[in-house]
């Protein structure tokens, strides 16, 4: 073996680490231990098998880590480590002052809701998620600038907004 190939498996493994550690950050941002995830998934991901890939022991195939993907509701892109910044995560921003405005959003009860107006709001609140890197599939805290688009989307004024959420049972609190 020549020096090149010993430091190729050396990024490798660290690759396989770095993933592993994004797989355990989501589940634990699902608040789903490894026996949950095995048995929603009805046995599908394996315990034992999921830990291992997060311990970095094991690497996923392309296929599982997609299929991992929508087991979790997330882009497969997020169970990737990230280039530059990705250490910054939402966890470790300043947290937002009361009074700012916004709102937090039941999104388990947008599921449930049919149509295109929930469809397109479902899409908006998604790619604020993947921004945030916030995955929990909850509640999602929306700041006052997202409610400009929000309004929009329900093609209401923004003073009219918030209502129009709470007639739809999404906003919380």
């Known amino acids: 073996m020549n020096d090149q190939t010993v430091d190729d498996e050396d990024v ?14 989501i589940r634990r941002q699902k608040r789903l231990s490894l026996q949950e995830v095995e048995a929603v998934s009805e046995q599908e991901f394996k315990a034992s098998v999921l830990g291992a890939y997060e311990r970095g022991e094991r690497a996923i195939s392309v296929p599982r880590l997609h299929r991992l993907a929508q087991f979790y509701r997330v882009p497969v892109d ?36 049919g149509g ?23 509640v999602l805290t929306i700041r006052r ?25 999404l906003r919380l609190g």
């Open 78 to 113: 997020q169970l990737l480590p990230g280039g530059d910044g990705d250490e910054e995560r939402v966890d470790q921003l300043p947290a937002r002052r009361e009074g700012e405005g916004g709102a937090k959003i039941d999104l388990t009860r947008l599921e449930q809701l």
């Open 12 to 25: 490798r493994g660290d690759y396989v680490r770095a993933v592993g550690e994004r797989l355990r950050h």
């Open 116 to 138: 295109n107006e929930s469809e397109m709001l479902s899409r908006y609140l998604r790619m604020i998620q993947v921004q945030r890197q916030d995955f929990n599939g909850r």
């Open 145 to 169: 600038d997202d409610m400009r688009a929000i309004a929009c989307i329900l093609g209401v004024s923004e003073e009219l907004a918030d209502r129009r959420l709470e007639e739809m049972g």
